[in-house]
T-cell receptor, first 113, second 111 residues
Framework: DGGITQSPKYLFRKEGQNVTLSCEQNLNHDAMYWYRQDPGQGLRLIYYSQIVNDFQKGDIAEGYSVSREKKESFPLTVTSAQKNPTAFYLCASSLRGWNEKLFFGSGTQLSVL | QQQVKQSPQSLIVQKGGISIINCAYENTAFDYFPWYQQFPGKGPALLIAIRPDVSEKKEGRFTISFNKSAKQFSLHIMDSQPGDSATYFC??????????FGPGTSLSVIP
């Protein structure tokens, strides 16, 4: 089955710790995205990548970092600089950059211990 | 100007009724208006979308109505079913630019 796989489904972070969320897609899509979802605030863009080895900051990039070394993979690191990391994180992809249809993974719920 | 407003925040509809969710925007450069449906614990999925050159688009029980002059668009779910209970996001996009999402509407369809 083609799709986007996010792991883990649940993740806990200790104070001062960096954690990495995994996102893998087998749709052969060029573009990948990370969104943060908080109750009542919709989806906010963290980072996006339209091609391998290139990525851009979204609206709320502070405290996060990404890499895009392979077309299939776009991991997100939540650093200790992100003071309010508790949220539902969604990875998405599209055939081309900002193509009309976004395909989303099932998300990772990150909580702070 | 990049914001997309959405109402209501939550909605309870009886089975068989009509669910209506409204969205508004300011940026007249938006040229694509999708709606996404999200079930609890899952990622959103594209439900239906419209371009501003048409006033209505229907797919099964789901209809988008678009009012370009008022800069408003809405989702109508006819014959609402308990399986439609989900969070619905309207969104807007300009060509080759990022998608802007509304804050979402939590729909509960009760038997």
């Amino acid at each position: 089955d083609g799709g986007i796989t996010q792991s883990p489904k649940y993740l806990f972070r200790k104070e001062g710790q960096n954690v990495t969320l995994s996102c893998e897609q087998n749709l052969n899509h060029d573009a990948m995205y990370w969104y943060r979802q908080d109750p009542g605030q919709g989806l906010r863009l963290i980072y996006y990548s339209q091609i391998v080895n290139d990525f851009q900051k979204g609206d709320i990039a502070e405290g996060y970092s990404v890499s895009r070394e392979k077309k299939e993979s776009f991991p997100l690191t939540v650093t200790s600089a992100q003071k309010n990391p508790t949220a539902f994180y969604l990875c998405a992809s599209s055939l081309r950059g900002w193509n009309e249809k976004l395909f989303f993974g099932s998300g990772t719920q990150l909580s702070v211990l | 100007q990049q914001q997309v407003k959405q109402s209501p925040q939550s909605l309870i509809v009886q089975k068989g009724g009509i669910s209506i969710i409204n969205c508004a925007y300011e940026n007249t450069a938006f040229d694509y208006f999708p709606w996404y449906q999200q079930f609890p614990g899952k990622g959103p999925a594209l439900l239906i979308a419209i371009r501003p050159d048409v006033s209505e688009k229907k797919e099964g029980r789901f209809t988008i109505s678009f009012n370009k002059s008022a800069k408003q668009f809405s989702l109508h779910i006819m014959d609402s079913q308990p399986g439609d209970s989900a969070t619905y996001f309207c969104a807007a996009r300009t060509s080759y630019d990022k998608v802007i999402f509304g804050p979402g509407t939590s729909l509960s369809v009760i038997p």
